[in-house]
């Protein structure tokens, strides 16, 4: 399987803001340096690098974000510099719109963990490409490929980032997809995929034959982040507007198995011609802001799972921040992908 490494290691957050206080930022460079080192021993694995991505037009970002937010992103080119600017306030409910840097950075975001700074653009832009040319080597007939990079996207909604998120990188290869046919999408990282989830909903409201059908495992928003959707959905909702199960602290390999098979269900009820799973590795015993039980063996299982559907599929990396466990867990993931091709 061909992987598409994307480390953008010049995209560093110096810190994320929580509780007030200024905590290391989770989501660092060495993931990718880690990954990197781990997937070029395997013996299938063949790494492809940003040189040799695929060109890629601006205005397909502007057919999953909206055009106002696509050019505020890039227009950080202009406006900002080297040191990353953060917000500070945000728009409350009934809100209008502004012009001022710092209003604005809080306008198209929602949490204080996704700062912009000059050179965000070409970090988030490298991560979509990777996105992109992975899902045009599944359309060139592979059965499988991997966008392995950062920053990571499923948070990263119609007009909004967030979560570490700017450009949604899942959205970009299920939108690709849907020129030749159904998608189905699969989030397995351990937040809810709230920018993926959003941005379907946008593109498909009140649609009652939709071709995109989004569904998110994850942690209860009662408990983790971020917080404010994700509630499991009840078997009489719409489509269009995605499945959820929020699952509680602690969820073992055997509790979250069971669930991977009712997702697996009703996305093959769906009849895709794709799929598209954004994957994160935060779901691990160990990982540092995680919470659920899974082990690295699972992980084997999981894509094997995912496999069984026998279907054209673009992994995206998503999260995974405990650097001594994320080889061994990416390893486990793609023995078996390459296991079942
Ligand atoms: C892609 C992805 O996995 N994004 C997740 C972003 C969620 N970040 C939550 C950070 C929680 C605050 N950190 C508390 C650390 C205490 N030292
Ligand atoms: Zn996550």
Redo the contacts with the bound molecule.
């Keep these: 399987m061909k992987e598409f490494l994307s480390k953008n290691t010049f995209h560093k957050p110096p810190f994320?803001i929580?509780n007030g206080k200024a905590?290391p930022h989770?989501?660092t460079p060495k993931r990718m340096v880690v990954i990197e080192k781990i997937i070029k021993q395997l013996p299938k694995s063949q790494v492809v690098y940003p040189q040799d991505f695929a060109p890629m037009s601006i205005d397909l970002l502007k057919e999953i974000h909206s055009p106002k937010y696509i050019d505020y992103l890039f227009n950080l080119t202009y406006s900002e510099s080297e040191n990353y600017r953060y917000p500070s306030v945000f728009p409350h409910r009934r809100s209008c719109f502004t012009e001022q840097p710092n209003g604005k950075l809080g306008y198209f975001s929602f949490d204080l963990?996704t700062p912009v700074n000059i050179h965000l653009p070409a970090a988030a832009f490298i991560a979509a490409r990777g996105a992109y040319s992975a899902t045009l080597a599944v359309l060139d007939g592979d059965k499988t490929a991997y966008a392995i990079g950062r920053p990571?996207g499923?948070?990263a909604g119609y007009d909004f980032m967030g979560?570490?998120?700017y450009i949604n990188n899942a959205a970009v290869a299920a939108k690709t997809l849907s020129r030749q046919g159904k998608v189905g999408i699969l989030d397995t990282?351990?937040?809810h995929g709230n920018g993926t989830e959003d941005i379907f909903r946008v593109l498909q409201e009140n649609e009652s034959d939709p071709i995109f059908l989004h569904i998110s495992i994850h942690a209860n928003g009662n408990w983790k982040?971020p917080y404010f959707s994700g509630q499991t959905t009840g078997t009489d909702d719409p489509l269009w507007k995605g499945i959820n199960y929020a699952l509680r602290e602690g969820t073992t390999d055997d509790q979250y198995d069971q669930i991977l098979e009712q997702s697996l269900e009703r996305l093959s009820d769906f009849k895709p011609d794709f799929l598209v799973i954004p994957v994160?590795f935060?779901t691990h015993e160990n990982d540092p802001?995680g919470g659920f039980k899974l082990t690295t063996s699972y992980y084997e299982k999981m894509s094997t799972r995912i496999m069984s559907l026998n279907l054209p599929t673009v992994f995206i990396q998503?999260?995974g921040y405990n650097l001594k466990t994320i080889g061994d867990n990416i390893t486990s993931f793609i023995r078996g992908i390459e296991n079942s091709i």
Excluded: A, L, R
Aim: negative net charge; aromatic residues 24%.
């Design positions: 994320e929580w905590d989770d989501e963990y990571p499923h948070h979560g570490y998120c990282d351990f937040h982040f994160g935060d802001i998503e999260g």
